[in-house]
């Protein structure tokens, strides 16, 4: 079992399509500790580490230098020293946006655009409740919780912003509830709902036309809890946090919480087909060339903690996919995975290991499961760009 | 020194068993009585001075005020009122600030328990203990009142009336009603300066607390009853508030508020207490509480005002306590007690526990020598299955009349609360009890030459904790889990001087306090959050007649808001100082008391992104008739 998945693994390698990379080798003028990282990163210089912050900490920007071997904490505020209150709250996503980084503030109701590598504030964008990024054309587009509260006795339904890539205006345009992962195929912009704050949560997939930003349809997924969104060539996948119900013990009273349903991943054709990919525990997503790399817990409905990772080959269909339990393997390392990247140029990844109470760490890992480095972050490590 | 404490140490000569059931073979570690606890502005601000005790002040006039021991969290400190838990089934934290101090004779700190014979079981478990007496009212006359009113900085007015009457020998009886409003705004500071390439730069801007007021009344009503070898009290009482929680200072675009939260409660407590000498070697006690607390939190959306959802909680509890000490010999007490205790909560998922809690302790005394040992048995149902054992074993010994030495061990714990349980979680699994083991050893010197009075302590301690129960966030904003994660080790020295000198009408004395308190987390190798390694304060009185002038200082060392100790988890130290004047007019019965809080305006967190307030004053007038 194990040399079939260090196998699928080597054939990742072999498999993964180019990504974006630019290559502009100058000296990053921020104050860091030396760190001792390897000497193969592809032909990427720096990996951008973005810390949430403890609920709702403030939210640092890290930098892993890889030419420099150096990891330089805050670098935002390093950056912007004079502007108060640093970055910002509860980053929950970001993105390169030609040359530029796009970070979604959730607590602060900002989205923040920080000249790269300078990572100097460029400007500040008011969204409200941010949670996830997509770029297609001219435009940015963000998720947004808008006015909803937890348990609200009015549900108020999220929202998708468009924000022009330069002159930063925005235009809106509401979709399900509490609105998570989106991903644009084929001038649609799809939009993966959670209804997390309400009782009965939401299965929707928002359909958005790009050319005219309207509502098109809403598509309802087999499960519940929508979370990370992806798109392939042809596909759109999706990932959910599972489902939780709580029934109360006749006998002793107690009330016991059971797991309804699990993390879960589906796909979806454009036209709405969807294919249910049991046995796939997704909670984050990252996809790489035609290898969707996701983990989750495997053992959430028998109560237990079991982190795997899996691999999926897009292409192939047939509910194929390769499982391996962090726990022996490679990954055994990692406590609280939160966010994944895969680098395209040399099949590492980089697994976010978060802590919310102190400091968290990132791993790296080849293609092979071999743990090759680690480094320190800040708290609630959650999200990673390669430049 | 307590009414009690002078009892107890004359336990021998008087052979009464109520009183060996009250003798206690360590003393509390650090105590405050009489008028000095009555004229503070409220518990807290009274006992911050207690060494290894901090006050965690969200700050403000509502800001939430709970109490951390040696380093342990709130939950291992058991709050007894009267000798009855006060406790809080949903998130075990108590408030000290809705605690009013006017109606206390004293307020002590055990390390471990309390230890007499005669106390209920719960008394057993906890790995420390605060203790709240309330004064017999109106000792020195048939009927007394008492009106006061406090106002001063963040809008607060804060009027209070009491009425104390002794209506036989026996019965006595106080009554008291008081009322708080503030609007609770004040300035902070919110800075950052740091090195970069083009110099030394950064920002201070001064921002404004809002939406902090406080509106609160409550009402007492205590029926004494103090027959000889005995004491029966019987209080009701009630606490009514509103206030705004300001949430942590985080950034906000700026046409939002930070929070615009709202919060109710309605607090009504019932309790009865009994403690009485059967025989010459016998005394029985019996307490029960009944509280019923409803807390309405109105979540408001800080983008849309109109978007809001309420959540209702209603607390419910009740308490009854039996227990027996008897007398074997002169060497030779034993003490048992069991308590029932259920609780239940009623929010969207309810909750209910039921826990027994059985002690037996023994406790020997021999010329120099008393030692106590004790096992509490606890068992809980309803919100999962809990047993647990807590032994405990405390030894003094007194060599002559200035020193005494003594050690504890003790293994207690405490269980999951309902949040942890219910509303934080999402995935299931089993939680354990967070346990904490305790070794702890002290000396203390107390000397008197002339006009002078010396008193030394010093306490030494380890504790180690294990199955800590940590939060962590289930990558979402509405999905948390609850793990029981890791240990702390931690050591501490506690260290105390006061000397005072007296002379007729004057008083003058000084009083200092050091702590060290290394607490190391031993999954993230680091010394855990807002502990600090170095504390200390210092106190200055000096009383002339009827001037009473009192001058404190509080330095709090570097501290971090985690476990990792990098620098940007970095809390700075701070200082601040304290002063009060009182005047007390030698015959109308008026009081006046100045009271200057943070005088040199000093800009600090005790808990991150909650600013507590500059420099700020309070007025008192008092009319005693």
């Given at each position: 079992m194990k040399k079939i998945a260090l196998l699928v693994f080597s054939a990742v390698l072999v498999a993964i399509a180019s990504c974006t990379k630019e290559n502009t080798?100058?000296?990053?003028?921020f104050a860091g500790i030396d760190v001792e990282v390897g000497e193969q990163n592809g032909s990427f210089n720096k990996l951008y580490i973005l810390n949430e912050g403890a609920f709702p900490g403030a939210s640092t920007l890290d930098l892993l230098d890889f030419k420099n071997k150096k990891y330089c904490a805050d670098i935002f505020a390093q950056a912007n020293p004079d502007v108060v209150q640093g970055l910002g709250n509860t980053a929950n996503d970001m993105a390169v946006v030609d040359g530029k980084l796009w970070v979604a503030l959730n607590a602060s109701n900002q989205v923040a655009v920080l000249q790269l590598?300078?990572?100097?504030?460029e400007r500040v964008i008011d969204v409200e409740s941010p949670r996830y990024i997509a770029v297609d054309g001219q435009y940015v587009y963000v998720t947004s919780y808008a006015s909803a509260v937890y348990g609200g006795e009015n549900m108020v339904p999220g929202k998708v912003y468009r924000i022009n890539k330069k002159s930063y205006e925005t235009a809106t345009v509401e979709v399900g509830y509490q609105p998570e992962g989106l991903a644009v195929l084929k001038g649609k912009l799809y939009v993966a709902n959670s209804g997390g704050y309400n009782w009965v949560h939401d299965n929707r997939i928002s359909v958005i036309d790009l050319a005219s930003f309207k509502l098109e349809k809403h598509i309802e997924a087999p499960m519940t809890n929508l979370f990370q969104m992806v798109a392939t060539e042809d596909q759109i996948w999706v990932s959910s946090y599972g489902e939780s119900t709580w029934t109360q013990d006749e006998a002793s009273g107690e009330w016991i919480q059971s797991v309804s349903a699990p993390q879960g991943l589906v796909s979806m054709t454009p036209n709405g087909q969807f294919t249910e990919w049991d046995g796939v525990h997704a909670d984050k997503m990252c996809l790489c060339g035609n290898t969707l790399f996701c983990f989750g817990n495997a053992k959430e409905m028998e109560g237990g903690y079991e982190e795997w990772l899996y691999l999926i080959n897009t292409n192939l269909g047939g509910n194929t996919y390769q499982g391996v339990r962090f726990l022996g393997s490679g990954l055994e390392c990692v406590g609280y995975p939160y966010g994944i990247l895969v680098n395209p140029d040399n099949g590492d990844f980089y697994i976010c290991d978060a802590s919310f109470t102190s400091g968290s760490k990132v791993h790296c890992f080849s293609s092979s499961l071999q743990h090759k480095w680690t480094v320190d972050t800040g708290v609630g490590t959650g999200h990673l760009l390669l430049q | 020194m307590t009414a009690s404490r002078a009892l107890a140490q004359e336990a021998d000569s008087l052979h009464a068993a109520w009183v060996t059931a009250r003798l206690e073979v360590a003393p509390p570690a650090a105590a405050i009585t009489g008028p000095r606890l009555r004229g503070a502005v409220n518990l807290p601000t009274a006992i911050r001075e207690f060494s290894g005790l901090q006050i965690r002040d969200y700050g403000g006039a509502g800001g939430l005020k709970t109490i951390n021991v040696r380093s342990l969290g709130s939950a291992h400190t058991a709050i007894f009122l009267d000798g009855i838990p006060i406790d809080n089934a949903q998130n075990a934290q108590v408030d000290l600030g809705r605690i009013p101090t006017e109606g206390l004779e004293s307020v002590e700190l055990y390390q471990g328990q309390r230890s007499r014979t005669l106390q209920t079981a719960r008394e057993y478990g906890s790995a420390s203990s605060l203790h709240l007496t309330s004064a017999l009212p109106a000792s020195d006359g048939k009927q007394g009142f008492r009106l006061r009113v406090r106002g001063g900085s963040f809008g607060t007015v804060s009027p209070l009336a009491v009425w104390e009457s002794r209506w036989s020998h026996l019965v006595s009886s106080r009554v008291s009603v008081g009322m708080t409003h503030a609007h609770g705004r004040y300035p902070f500071h919110v800075k950052d300066f740091r090195n970069t390439p083009e110099g030394y730069k950064g920002y201070d801007t001064v921002m404004v607390r809002q939406n902090c007021d406080l509106k609160e009344f409550r009402a007492d009503a205590h029926l004494f009853i103090t027959p000889v070898g005995g004491r029966y009290d019987a209080r009701v009482s009630w606490y009514d508030s509103e206030r705004g929680i300001p949430g942590p200072v985080y950034k906000q675009a700026?046409?939002?508020?930070l929070s615009s939260d709202r919060q109710g409660d309605r607090n009504l407590t019932v309790q009865v207490g009994g403690e009485q000498e059967l025989s010459r070697t016998l005394s029985l006690m019996a307490k029960a509480r009944y509280a019923r607390d409803i807390l309405q939190y109105l979540d408001v959306s800080e983008i849309d005002p109109s978007v809001s959802a309420m959540w209702n909680y209603l607390q419910q509890s009740g308490y009854v306590s039996m227990g027996l000490s008897w007398k074997a010999s002169d060497r030779w007490f034993f003490g048992g007690a069991v308590d029932g205790q259920y609780e239940t909560l009623h929010a969207r998922v309810d909750a209910r526990r039921k826990t027994l809690f059985a002690a037996g302790s023994a406790v020997f005394a021999d010329g120099p020598w008393k030692a106590s040992a004790a096992l509490q048995y606890q068992h809980s149902t309803g919100a999962g299955d809990y047993q647990f054992l807590s032994p405990s074993l405390i030894l003094t010994w007194t060599p002559d009349r200035y020193w005494e030495f003594g050690g504890l061990l003790k293994r207690s714990c405490r269980l999951p609360t309902f949040n942890d349980l219910y509303y934080s979680q999402v995935t299931v699994r089993k939680l354990e009890p967070e346990e904490v083991y305790q070794a702890a050893a002290h000396w203390s010197w107390d000397r008197r030459y002339d006009h002078w009075r010396f008193q030394a302590r010093e306490e030494l301690y380890f504790n180690y904790v294990r199955n800590k129960l940590i939060a962590v966030p289930n990558g979402s904003l509405f999905r948390w889990s609850m793990y029981n994660l890791g240990g702390v080790r931690i050591f501490g020295d506690e260290l105390s001087f006061t000397a005072a000198w007296r002379d007729g009408a004057t008083t003058l004395g000084g009083t200092a306090r050091y702590t060290f308190q290394w607490a190391h987390d031993i999954e993230a190798d680091g010394q855990i959050?807002?502990?600090?390694?170095h504390s200390a304060n210092f106190r200055l009185f000096w009383n002339q007649g009827d001037w009473s002038i009192d001058l404190q200082g509080f330095v709090t060392g570097e501290r971090f808001s985690s476990s990792t100790n990098r620098p940007d988890f970095r809390i700075a130290p701070w200082t601040t100082w304290d002063a009060s004047v009182a005047y007390a007019f030698p015959k109308n019965g008026l009081s006046l008391k100045l009271q200057l809080n943070n005088l040199l305006n000093a800009n600090y967190e005790i808990i991150r992104q909650y600013p507590m307030p500059g420099f700020h004053l309070f007025g008192t007038l008092e009319y005693v008739f």
């Open positions: 080798p100058e000296e990053v003028p590598p300078s990572a100097k504030l | 700026d046409r939002y508020p959050p807002y502990i600090p390694l």
